[in-house]
Each structure stands twice: as structure tokens, then as C-alpha cells.
């Protein structure tokens, strides 16, 4: 199967495209004869980034790569006039920035404030500013956001990043209905959710799965047409996350506290628990 959007010569915008999850992606459309631009904040890690991409691309003036800051609006229409002015259009955004604070529920707005800037307002920047162009070509496009599993099932510790990844999930879901809905739109949306996966400077552990593999999963669940691309790792099978999901949903429909799969009166319910 392949999809129109991920054809040679097609250009995708990789926001976060210098580390992790966005490189490997950017590798990935490089190595199947796409056009890529790497966006990405960390001005340290992109010349790098583009180097590794451009040994994999057709030829070096493939690639592009664009110092950006996805939460201001300026850097992202920026962005948007220079991949237009270098590749003439763009068939795949892949909106996947993200920065990492650790906020409670009542305590860090600093945090908070960062987490919204770049990993929602990062995101509504890119549609924003992009989708109106990608639907005026009239080709086939896709526009993929990075999720978590954390905007799903809400787990204790980082409830800035759960509600900012929550309102990824309802955001792209409003998205692929609109786009739906919109006539003569060949823009499809998809939702990718990783697993646990080495990024960044953190050690691989055997059980956490590699950017590449998270990649590889996001093009094979694109070019099938998949909304949501929900990922496994080495220590999560897709049976736990199902169980994991229902669980966190029915909180609300059986009545139950909020996060009671943490709840000690409803550690053997949740054991014993099958979807
Ligand atoms: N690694 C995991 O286990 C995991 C799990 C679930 C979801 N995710 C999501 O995957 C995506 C990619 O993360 P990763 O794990 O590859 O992390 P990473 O740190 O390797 O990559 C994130 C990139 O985003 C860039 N970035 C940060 N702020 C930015 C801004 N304001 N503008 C532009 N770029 C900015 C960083 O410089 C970095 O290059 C994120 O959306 C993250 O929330 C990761």
C-alpha cells in the first residue's frame, strides 16, 4: 500500500526535527526519495540533523532545515514561506515538537505556560498556518501530530504534559472531522501515539523502542489510512494498552475517582480487570 502524500519527491515539515521521534521521521521521507525540512529550535542540533538526512536524501538541496520556534506564530509562517519558496508545496506536516516540564495541578505555571506554547499552541500554529495552503493544492496530504499516551490514560506526576497531549488528541480528532467535512479537502489527519521511546539523551533500555521503529509504525499506519497510530513498545503490548485505555474511560462512566488505576482501593479491581 502507499499513500499519494509519501511519493518521491514530495516535500514533508517535521516540526521537533533535529532529535528523537522528528529525525528519525525526517530520515525515514528522506530515504523514500522525499523532499524534507526539519524545523526545530535547537539551533545546536540542526546542522547535524541535516547532515544525517541529507546523506540520505536524492541530493543534498533536498533538504532543508529552518531554526523555528513552533509557539510563536511568526517563526511558523516563516517556516511556511521558505519551505513554499524552496519546494513549492508541502504534502506531509508532521506538527511533533515538544518541550518537557514538570508541572503539578497547582503549582509550576511556568510550566504550564511552556507545555501549552509549544506542544498545543506549537500544533495549532502549524495547522493554522499550513492546512489552508495544503488544501488550496488539491493534491493528496497528510498532516500527522505527535500524542501520548499520557493525554489518554492520565498517569500521576506531569499533569501539565497529560492535559497539553489531552488536548493534542481533541484537537486532531476535531481536525480529521473538519477535514472530512471540508469539500474537495485530500488532506487526511492522523493521531500518532508512541510508546515508551529512547529520544533525546536518555540511556535505550531493551524494553523502550527506537525512534525508527516509532517511524517506521507512523508511514505503515499513514499509508493504511489509520487515524489513530497508537504504538507498543518492549514493555507495553497492545492488550495492556487496550486495557489501560478502557480502564481510564470507564472512570467516568462507573462513577469511579479520577486516575484510579493509582487509587489503592482499586489496585484488585484493575488487576482483575478485563476489557
Ligand atoms: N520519547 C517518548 O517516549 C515519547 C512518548 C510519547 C510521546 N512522545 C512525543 O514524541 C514527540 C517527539 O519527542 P521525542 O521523544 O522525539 O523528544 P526529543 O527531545 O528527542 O525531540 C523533541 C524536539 O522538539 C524540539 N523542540 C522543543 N521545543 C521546540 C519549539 N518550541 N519549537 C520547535 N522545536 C522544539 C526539541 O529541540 C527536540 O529536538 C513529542 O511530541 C513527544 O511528546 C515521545
Request: proline share 6%; glycine share 8%.
Amino acid at each position: 500500500m502507499s499513500h499519494p502524500a509519501l511519493a518521491p519527491g514530495r516535500v514533508a515539515v517535521v516540526t521537533g526535527g533535529a532529535s528523537g521521534i522528528g529525525l528519525a521521521a525526517c530520515k525515514r521521507f528522506a530515504r523514500r526519495g522525499m523532499r524534507v525540512c526539519l524545523a526545530d529550535v535547537d539551533d545546536e542540533a540542526l546542522p547535524g540533523a541535516e547532515r544525517a538526512v541529507a546523506e540520505l536524501a536524492r541530493s543534498p538541496g533536498d533538504v532543508l532545515a529552518r531554526r523555528t520556534d513552533v509557539g510563536q506564530r511568526e517563526d511558523v509562517e516563516c517556516l511556511k514561506r521558505d519551505v513554499y519558496d524552496a519546494f513549492g508545496e508541502v504534502a506531509v506536516l508532521m506538527n511533533n515538537a515538544a518541550a518537557f516540564r514538570f508541572g503539578g495541578a497547582f503549582r509550576d505555571q511556568e510550566a504550564w505556560e511552556t507545555t501549552f506554547a509549544v506542544n498545543l499552541m506549537g500544533i495549532v500554529h502549524g495547522l493554522q498556518v499550513f492546512v489552508p495552503a495544503m488544501i488550496e493544492q488539491a493534491t493528496p496530504c497528510a498532516v500527522v501530530n505527535t500524542g501520548s499516551k499520557q493525554g489518554i490514560t492520565n498517569p500521576p506526576g506531569v499533569a501539565n504534559y497529560n492535559a497539553a497531549k489531552a488536548a493534542v488528541k481533541s484537537l486532531t480528532e476535531s481536525l480529521q472531522h473538519e477535514l472530512r467535512n471540508t469539500d474537495g479537502c485530500r488532506v487526511s489527519a492522523h493521531l500518532l501515539v508512541p510508546g515508551w521511546t529512547t529520544t533525546g539523551r536518555r540511556e535505550h533500555r531493551p524494553e523502550a523502542w527506537l525512534p525508527e521503529q516509532v517511524a517506521d509504525r507512523m508511514i505503515e499506519s499513514v499509508e493504511r489510512g489509520d487515524f489513530y497510530i497508537l504504538c507498543p513498545d518492549g514493555e507495553t503490548t497492545p492488550e495492556m494498552d487496550r486495557k489501560r485505555i478502557l480502564w481510564a474511560a470507564r472512570d467516568l462512566t462507573e462513577n469511579r475517582p479520577p486516575l484510579s488505576r493509582w487509587h489503592p482501593d482499586y489496585k484488585q479491581a484493575y488487576e482483575s480487570f478485563e476489557p
